[in-house]
């Protein structure tokens, strides 16, 4: 028995041994990638020694004697901490992800074949200006020069992820950074999804005028009748499946209302306490790890600016100069069209154009497969655009036989300017100089905020499709592609975009919202990203006289919900303290608690607090109960809750009412009968997942900020150590915007929102602050990976200095790269 136990013990000795030296070797291996920000680097293609300094947050602060060393040292430090995004990102733009992951990413690669969004981005190299091509093929030398020393000190493969996954990494290109550009855009495009929707909505429907309900305008002047979907194409299925509703973390195509969100506001030096201009930005996408975006200071001949840059491309997108300050939100400009093109029944290589059929035009594509073999896609293009699929976008739901879909979208234009336009402001001096510089600004739409010492001005800078009067949808669903007054005339005057410049109010701002009234086709867009963040701000903002940096940051975190304070009176009117005292444990006891706590809130969406969890879960569980009837499957499509729907039916604004109503029950149901029978629903379901303790429940349990890696996120034991999960505040329809997944069986988690927050006090610009919602590494071994997500979720942020002396004091390094 001795012997036996002995061999056991070394066995055990021997298996501990080896897993040691496993997990060292592991972490040795991954841990060489782990940039050494204090040292002296030798490198080619640069004039003149380049400081790289890392400010305490491990911000770099890039100092040269040329714009093009300046434009070759971020590129170095974007490679340093962000390779793997910035190859990840590339690979997602080519199609090139089954290379790497196998079959799991055909779908996306031939979504992203068929748009041909790189071979359009290597077009449009040629018609950027000289100063840009300048600044793309350093930034590119930059990058290749860390690539270099990668492989020639063995660096670890330049990231952790290299070792699980075959990614050989191709040196960067001027075309690489353009193609991320047009990335940049289908993350931020929602109107193809929302043409389709409103059209498979029409098809569903059997009261036509129910249609705006579910999908109501922005409040504003009406708009004139739309012919129904089936009297363009009565062939269409009215219930088709929808798609698969998994979604994979690398895709780039944003689910409805997903595409893109943000706030920026500014004041003018009257509005301002200490007498100069102010502007906070915060841009709104899908959380991830590392962030999206990624801190830097980069002193050009100009002058130095400091803000917010993407990984991969050479542009402060949000941020400051000395003289200049600029913010981004997503203008929602109508720039996509759904076309239905008309097969010629006999020569299906051919479509209807309003001259008659003509072929596709037509090329090969190649994908190739991690463990399979390649697959050879044929592209086609009609005149009106790409050829898509009916699996995509759900295409196949509303196209009828005989027909295919063609999409048009202003990111196809092979001119695009837009990477020199952005380059153009970061060195403007004048907000009327921004303006004009941005004319050349092409795709993804913006709301530019500008502010300098004086002024303060707002733009929509991007193309706007010219649409001819008499079209038939007005781009609100998909339309006939062979008929010319469906298709676009060109673009509209950049002069036409709207414009707000030194206001009298003294304050600009824009939550997504609506931002002009006009008629078709000079309207910008039917389709808007908030109805409801607006009315808070607006309040907040005129409840002062004057502003400061911190009442602007103040406005940034504010997590009061206009939307709750406005529903809950209209849809518990009837429920509030009525019906005698419920005994212990029952469901009328739970729903007397639960009103009892929702009477006495303020709309605070505290993640502390129960209130938020109860109403979050009330409000949905009534948006499902309403529309289940009427959509049936298509109910499923609608993850988000729609405030305006649920008001219009507790108002029976035009019969709205009628969604209460359980059409297949032979009772008529009231409008309170279906909000008694939702919050019943939702209290179950908080007693199955939270527990039946509702004073004990926290909002910030369910509203978890989900900021996991794309790859490894998934991966047992790993993603306890590459996601960054984090209790917040705030939710769908707040400032602090946190927008929840709507998905069991996490359908609270906060998934999109504030990945920067950028205030800029050019009273004191020094005093500007900003922050990421991770860390500026992307390697999950640095300290620097989640070093800023405290902070973040704290709302907290770190000095925005363009003070050289404050930079280097208590530096994590310093890399000098010297000319070879």
């Known amino acids: 028995m001795s012997i036996v136990f002995r061999w056991l013990l070394r066995l055990a000795v021997v298996m501990i041994a080896m897993i040691v030296l496993a997990v060292g070797l592991v972490y040795y291996l991954a841990s060489r990638s782990l940039p050494e920000y204090d040292r002296t680097v030798n490198v080619a293609d640069l004039s003149a020694p380049v400081e790289i300094v890392r400010d305490n947050a491990n911000v770099p602060h890039v100092f040269g004697e040329s714009d093009r060393d300046v434009f070759f040292g971020l590129g170095y430090a974007h490679a340093q901490d962000r390779l793997w995004q910035m190859t990840m990102m590339r690979r997602t733009v080519q199609g090139r992800l089954s290379e790497v992951f196998g079959a799991r990413t055909v779908s996306i690669d031939r979504l992203m074949r068929r748009l041909d969004l790189y071979r359009l981005a290597s077009r449009s190299v040629g018609v950027q200006d000289e100063q840009t091509l300048e600044a793309l093929a350093a930034y590119a030398a930059g990058v290749n020069a860390r690539l270099l020393q990668i492989n020639e000190e063995a660096l670890g493969r330049g990231a952790p992820e290299m070792f699980l996954f075959n990614a050989p990494v191709a040196p960067w290109s001027p075309a690489d950074s353009l193609a991320l550009v047009k990335l940049m855009g289908l993350q931020l495009s929602g109107h193809v999804t929302a043409e389709v929707l409103r059209a498979r909505v029409s098809l569903a429907l059997e009261d036509q005028d129910r249609l705006s309900d579910i999908l109501p305008d922005a409040p504003g002047s009406g708009l004139a009748a739309l012919p129904e979907y089936s009297s363009l194409f009565p062939d269409a299925p009215r219930f088709a499946e929808t798609g698969p509703a998994a979604r994979d973390p690398l895709s780039p195509v944003p689910e409805r209302g997903f595409a893109g969100a943000s706030n920026a506001w500014s004041a003018a030096p009257t509005r301002s306490a200490a007498g100069g201009t102010l502007l906070a930005n915060d841009p709104h996408l899908g959380f991830s790890a590392p962030s999206i975006w990624y801190l830097a200071r980069l002193e050009l001949a100009d002058g130095g600016v400091i803000g917010g840059t993407i990984p991969g491309i050479p542009v402060v997108l949000t941020g400051r100069s000395a003289r200049l300050g600029w913010g981004l939100t997503t203008a929602y400009v109508d720039d996509q069209d759904v076309f239905i093109e008309r097969l010629n029944p006999d020569d299906p290589e051919q479509y209807l154009t309003p001259d008659g059929y003509k072929p596709f035009e037509t090329r090969p594509s190649i994908i190739e497969i991690k463990d399979a073999a390649p697959i050879t896609l044929t592209l086609r293009w009609t005149e009106n655009g790409p050829v898509l699929p ?39 001096k004048t907000v009327q100089e921004a303006i004009a510089l941005s004319e050349g600004y092409i795709s993804p739409a913006q709301n530019l905020s500008l502010v300098d010492q004086d002024t303060i001005a707002m733009k929509t800078i991007g193309a706007v499709p010219k649409r001819d009067p008499q079209h038939q949808s007005q781009g609100r669903f998909p339309s006939q592609g062979w008929r010319a007054e469906n298709r676009w005339q060109g673009r509209m005057p950049y002069a036409s975009n709207p414009e707000f410049v030194a206001p009298r109010g003294g304050i600009l701002g824009n939550t997504n919202n609506k931002i002009v009234d006009r008629p078709f086709p000079d309207h910008v867009s039917f389709l808007w990203g908030d109805t409801q963040r607006i009315n808070r701000w607006q309040r907040l903002m005129q409840s002062r006289q004057v502003h400061t940096r911190d009442s602007f940051i103040e406005a940034q975190l504010d997590p009061v919900s206009f939307t709750a304070r406005s529903l809950l009176p209209l849809i518990g009117a009837d429920l509030w303290f009525t019906g005698q005292a419920a005994p212990e444990g029952t469901p009328e006891r739970q729903r007397q608690i639960a009103l009892g706590l929702l009477a006495n809130w303020n709309g605070e969406m505290n993640e502390h607090l129960p209130e938020p969890l109860i109403y979050a879960a009330w409000i949905r569980a009534l948006q499902k109960r309403l529309i289940s009837d009427e959509l049936g499957p298509l109910a499923d ?40 029978l939702a919050l019943d629903d939702a209290l179950v379901w908080i007693g199955e997942t939270y527990g039946t303790a509702l004073e004990s429940l926290r909002w910030g349990d369910a509203h978890q900020a989900t900021h996991d890696h794309q790859v490894l996120g998934d991966v047992p034991v790993l993603r306890y150590f590459v996601n960054i999960r984090q209790s917040t505040s705030g939710g769908d329809n707040t400032l602090q915007r946190g927008l929840t997944s ?40 640095s300290r620097h990976y989640d070093d800023l997500s405290q902070l973040w979720r704290r709302g907290e942020y770190i000095p925005m200095s363009l003070d050289q002396e404050l930079a280097r004091a208590a530096s994590v390094g310093v890399t000098t790269l010297v000319p070879k």
Not at 640 to 668: H, M, N, T
């Open 390 to 428: 009916g699996s995509q976008f759900n295409l196949g739901t509303v196209t009828p036989p005989g027909h295919v879909t063609a999409l048009g979208w202003t990111v196809l234009d092979p001119d695009d300017t837009s990477l020199s336009a952005a380059l153009a402001i970061m060195s403007a």
């Open 637 to 676: 499509a609608f993850t988000q809750v729609e405030p305006l729907f649920i008001e219009r039916v507790y108002r029976d604004i035009d019969g709205a009412s009628v969604w209460c109503d359980v059409k297949q029950s032979a009772p008529k149901e009231s409008c309170t009968d279906m909000a008694r």
């Open 742 to 781: 709507g998905k069991d069986p996490t359908p609270f988690h906060n998934v999109h929102g504030a990945g920067y927050r950028g205030v800029y006090d050019f009273a004191d610009p020094d005093s500007s602050v900003f922050v990421i919602a991770t860390g500026q590494s992307g390697h999950f071994l």
